[in-house]
């Protein structure tokens, strides 16, 4: 299940920037408004970030159920997938082009990020 909201994850992804330009064919070819196309973005970056977070966290929920908090820190600070811990390797190592795997580390940053770009969005964070 968590394989699959990552992949999830990637269709609202990939429609994110369609709705927001000002004069969008899309939405001039369904007689839409910019604000419309604005609402669509706002829900679809919402679904993105809540399928991306289901994801690393039922991940972390297996990986923990796996081997303990242990396992979890393990999996998560990994640069490449079944390599070693990003905080074990020096910068110049883990941005190497040979890790063809999974990185797990960079995922976390991006779905951090993700995370603070939606809380960034909600109006009451931005009208204080």
């Not at 699959?4 to 994850?9: C, F, H, S, V």
């Not at 939405?27 to 399928?51: C, F, N, Q, Y």
């Not at 998560?76 to 883990?94: E, F, I, K, S, Y």
């Amino acid at each position: 299940h968590a394989y699959q909201l990552g992949w999830d994850a990637m269709v609202p992804m990939a429609f994110l920037g369609v709705p927001v330009q000002q004069f969008s064919p899309c939405l001039r070819a369904l007689g839409l408004p910019h604000e419309a196309g604005i609402a669509v973005h706002r829900v679809l970056g919402w679904a993105t970030v809540l399928l991306a977070f289901g994801h690393g966290a039922l991940y972390m929920l297996a990986w923990g159920l796996e081997g303990g908090n242990k396992k979890v820190w393990d999996e998560a600070l990994q640069v490449c997938h079944h390599g070693p811990r990003v905080t074990d390797q020096p910068a110049r190592r883990a941005f190497r082009k040979r890790c063809r795997g999974v990185s797990n580390f960079f995922g976390l940053v991006a779905v951090g990020s993700g995370v603070l770009l939606a809380l960034a969005s909600v109006a009451w964070v931005r009208r204080r």
